[in-house]
């Protein structure tokens, strides 16, 4: 069974996806990291993210795994680098090309295939696994979304620096020409800005009540 949970930086999919998954026994996967790999490979060579032919390179050459929930490049645990700004930014970048896209694809489905999964994304419920049982979109305005972001990193950066930097992903995320940051026409949308985590998973869990009651 697959469960997708798609909507933009910061609506809360990762945090409701983790515990979603905890609830149900289910693998969370975090399709966001996949990129964030591709990212960090890439950065860490000295290379340019914008630069389309360098990162599809990257993108082949590396093997992504994942090991009790964390990211592995080439067998490698990277999960405590890939939350820096740098990636945060870049990944947006390296998520834009279909070709790196094709590959990210491939492999969430191949990790996936024999498991039950709460996932999230940006487009879980579009391009990766349409055909899931269970799909949501989560939405919530910018600044609450800058909001968590502070809450969650406060090191570093000011209210202002982040909200740019979300505005920014956003308008990235949705003007890819393929895998943009869209709700499915059968997602379920809830808008989390004024939930909390536990009212979120509530309505969540509701949605799939009939068959986990
Ligand atoms: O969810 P996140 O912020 O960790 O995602 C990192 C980047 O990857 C972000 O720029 C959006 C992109 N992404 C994507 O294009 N498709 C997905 N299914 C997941 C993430």
Known sequence: MTVAIDGPAG???STIAKLIAKRLGFYFLNTGSFYRAVTYAHLQKGLDPRDRESVLK???SITITVDHG?????????EDKLHGPDVDLNASYVSSDPRVREIITDRVRTIA???D????GRDTTTVIFPD???KFYFDASSTVRAERRIKQHPEGQTFEEVLRLIEQRDENDRNKEVGALKRAKDAVYIDT????IEQVCEKVVSVMGK???
Do not use: H, Q, R
Not at 70 to 78: A, R
Not at 193 to 196: E, K, P, V
């Open 193 to 196: 800005s004024y939930l909390t």
């Open 211 to 213: 068959d986990f009651a």
């Open 113 to 115: 295939s024999d498991m």
């Open 132 to 134: 899931a049982e269970y």
């Open 117 to 120: 999964i709460v996932t999230e």
């Open 11 to 13: 609506c809360g999919k």
């Open 70 to 78: 964390n990211i592995c490049i080439d067998g490698v645990d990277v």
């Open 58 to 60: 990257t993108a082949s």
